[in-house]
């Protein structure tokens, strides 16, 4: 228990975790990374994630473009103007990853059952089950799932180590960062602190609109169990502005399902008995 | 490995204002789907028209008609799953969508209301067959034709429970178009299929499937706004138009002509068909479209108010 020392302490109370255990998450502060992706590397290392031909993108220092099947953590680089003074070169660079939703899509349109909920309030993909149908490709908010079209189209995202997390280790990612840009620990003692570093940076003029992520349990997802601290819009950073799944939306789209299935029966039945007459 | 920018480009890569996107790249993944899936939309929704036919007309009294339905609903009950099974990333593990049962993934239930619904069809083709009780047929043609606008319909569920925003933003009236595809398509195979003279059933059904099909395409299109721009660019919007013109000749055709001559009532189901395969290829296409953009996304999530959430923090 190197680096997660707090794990076993019951910070968190969520029942709904089978076991009861302490939901585990990231905190990625955007302000401090210095785009090394130091965590890209670590990860393909640790979880033998292929290597892709990104090709030269021509978007500053980005080759890797997104989070996906084969990159479960991807270094964003803006590079702009600085849009307090209007002259000199901003940067911002944030490692993205899978958000390990609290209310995750993915998991719940996932039918064979492959994605699944961990101990540690991670949401996890088993390839063993996976049959890669595609669905949580498009349910997924992010982005972030993916198939890996070779060898054979399953879907592949970030398990927050979870192998690691079983012999209390810290994920890949967060051990090689060398700034402690990405933060490992039980989601509410990240949440505290986080909200102390947003204080800090926004003392700095130029970063008055840092914010956090995905902190809040009132977002569209109930929460990210990876949130992030950023300097500018999601959407700058290649990230959604107001992520939204919600269960209680199937009830909806199931009422309307069902009174289009009625015009469909009784369309049918008007046409066939209308001829009786 | 510039994104493609459908709409033109015209804003800069970085600019030095605010900018609304990372590199103009996607935030949602484009669908993974291969070929399979929009032809899976069209027969699976047709098969399912025709179960209903099935049952309906043996309750109204027209046995033929019933039994006819019932034979290409079964076609399309066989052909559905192979294509299903064909766009998974590992076709042997198809067995593993019967693994659980999951109410939250409109797949799950998809699966399953797809198996009930071949079993039920050939089982009750098979009873026929070796002269079971009509109260047996009867039966098992009853559930398939409760399964049918079920099947007819889910997919739209299943489009729509995503996070692409083009599905997402019409998901509550695309069901409406589905079923009124699937009642024209339903309707346009009889035609093709049956002679001329049992057919006013099924010309009604092309009429006022159609009719549906057509109206709420346009609602769905109204209420999407500026996201509906996939619907109306590039190969998404050459198919709506292939759609339309497929769809409103077929239905003319077979109102007109369809009752008096045969050549017209094939020609007429044709195009129907035609136009009601074309909505499945559109509808999917344009979730292709709407995905490579970030602005529909971006735009639709800024543009709403300020999301409530539940704010019970509840773990799915």
Known sequence: MTAAPTARRPAVSLPMWQGGGTRMGFFTDSSICIG?????????????????????????????????????????????????????????????????????????????????????????????????????VVACPFGVLERREAPDGRAFKCTLCYDRLQVGDEPACAKACPTQSIQFGPLEELRERAEKRLEEVKQEPRYAGARLYGDSKDDGVGGFGAFFLLLDDPEVYGLPPKPVYRRTDLALLWGAASVAASVLTLGVLGSLSWRRR | MKAERPSGGERQMVPSGKPRSYYGLPIVKRPAWTWEVPWYLFTGGTAGGLAAVSILARWTGEAKLGRRARRLALAGAVISPVLLISDLGRPERFLNMLRVFRPTSPMSLGSWTLAGFGSSLGAAEMADIVGLPNVVVGTLEGTAGILGPILANYTAVLLGDTANPIWRGGRTILPFVFSGSSMAAAGASLCVAGPTDEGVAARRMVVLGTIIEQASFLLMEQRLGPLAEPYHDGAAGRLVKLHRA???????????????????????????????????????????????????????????????GDGNGSVT
Not at chain 1, 103 to 130: H, K, M, W, Y
Not at chain 2, 255 to 271: F, N
Not at chain 2, 277 to 305: E, H, K, M, N
Request: net charge neutral.
């Open chain 2, 246 to 308: 497929s769809s409103l000749a077929g239905a003319t055709l077979i109102s007109t002509l369809g009752g008096r001559s045969r050549k017209a009532a094939i020609l007429g189901g044709a195009l129907t068909l035609a136009g009601s395969a074309a909505l499945r290829q559109c509808v999917y296409r344009a979730g292709f479209q709407s995905a490579a953009d970030p602005r529909y996304l971006v735009d639709s999530q800024r543009g709403a108010a300020t999301d409530p």
């Open chain 1, 36 to 136: 090394c992706k130091a965590c890209e590397v670590a990860c393909k290392e640790w979880n033998g994630v292929p290597d892709i031909d990104t090709g030269f993108t021509g978007n500053s220092y980005d080759n890797t473009s997104s989070v996906g099947a084969n990159s479960w953590r991807h270094v964003a680089f803006v590079e702009r103007q600085r849009p307090d003074t209007g002259d000199g070169v901003q940067w911002l660079m944030n490692s993205d990853v899978c958000k390990h939703c609290t209310r995750a899509a993915c998991l719940d349109v996932c039918p064979t059952g492959a994605i699944f909920r961990s101990e540690f309030g991670t949401v996890v993909v088993q390839d063993d089950i996976c049959n890669g149908c595609g669905y949580c």
